[in-house]
């Protein structure tokens, strides 16, 4: 049976890193994000293409809830199911609260936790239905610990990390799991933006953000890489993960060890 994964926010970085994971497994992706519509079509017919399954795109704005809802839907009329969600789509901005913008802190909220309430109240029904469903929500080392400068964003992942456990303990007895993954630094467009902001935040260059705030933080002095958080994914995905639940897994380095 060939299995269908929503992924939100898989038009770049990591949510793009677990499309090419689900796709070299074979699955149906309904892709999702933001971008130029030509580069988000040829993303979308190059994982067609190495997958055995079928791989297809909607726009939603996950600021928008009925945006939301119509994904979810348009995922079950096409591939009959959504066995697989994926939580992943998420902004950032760094400035200390007093300077925070409030159209900031409302889009953080927004597109990185209340998201993926919107998502799962939509796609549970038919997982429990069917008796089986993986929700997988990309939450963060700042869904378990705090940086400065970020007041949005940790309050959003720790939101994130309790809508886990939550759900996970809702859906425990219809052969629904629901995992957060909590990674370090990444490389991606998401990281890079940082950088410069947090240099201006801390008053020190871009080299000493990325060497002694970012990686200072991780123990292994290295970023993690996309293609490890798609292999994650991938294992929470399957059968063998049954019994793998409301788990808020570190994929970071080392860095919420210490
Ligand atoms: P990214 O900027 O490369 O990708 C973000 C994705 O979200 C893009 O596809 C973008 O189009 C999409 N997106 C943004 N706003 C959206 C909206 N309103 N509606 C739909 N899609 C929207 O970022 P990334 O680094 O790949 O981050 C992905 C997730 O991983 C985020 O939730 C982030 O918080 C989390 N994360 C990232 C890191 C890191 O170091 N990069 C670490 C821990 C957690």
């Known amino acids: 049976m060939t299995r269908t994964a929503i992924i939100t926010g898989s038009t770049s970085g990591i949510g793009l890193g677990i499309a090419e994971a ?24 190059e994982l067609d293409a190495k997958s055995a399954g079928t791989v297809a795109y909607n726009g939603a704005d996950m600021t928008k809830p009925d945006q939301i ?62 008796g089986f469903g993986r929700i997988i929500n990309i939450a963060s080392a700042h869904g378990l610990v705090a940086s400065p400068y970020k007041s949005a964003y940790v309050t959003a992942k720790h939101g994130i990390v309790g809508l886990t456990k939550t759900i ?10 629901v995992n957060a993954v ?29 060497n002694d705030v970012m990686l200072k933080a991780q123990p292994t002095k290295e970023f993690v890489t996309v293609e490890q958080l798609g292999a994650v994914c991938v294992f929470l995905s399957t059968e ?4 793998v639940t409301g788990v808020s897994m570190p994929v970071d380095g080392g860095w919420v060890a210490q």
């Open 22 to 45: 689900f796709a070299a497994e074979g699955f149906n992706i309904m892709l999702n994000g933001f971008g130029d519509a030509d580069e988000i079509e040829a993303t979308r017919a």
């Open 69 to 130: 809802e119509q994904l979810v839907l348009q995922t079950e009329e096409q591939f009959g199911a959504v066995d697989i969600l994926v939580n992943n789509a998420g902004i950032q901005h760094v400035a200390p609260i007093e300077e925070f913008p409030i159209s900031k802190w409302d889009a953080i909220i927004a597109i990185n936790m209340s998201s993926a309430f919107h998502t799962i109240r939509a796609a549970l029904p038919g997982m429990k239905k069917r």
């Open 240 to 243: 063998a993960a049954a019994s």
């Open 168 to 177: 996970a303990l809702e859906a425990a007895q219809d052969g629904v799991t």
């Open 182 to 210: 909590c990674p370090g630094y990444v490389l991606t467009p998401l990281v890079e933006g940082q950088v410069a902001d947090t240099a201006k935040a801390r008053g020190i260059t871009e080299d000493e953000v990325k």
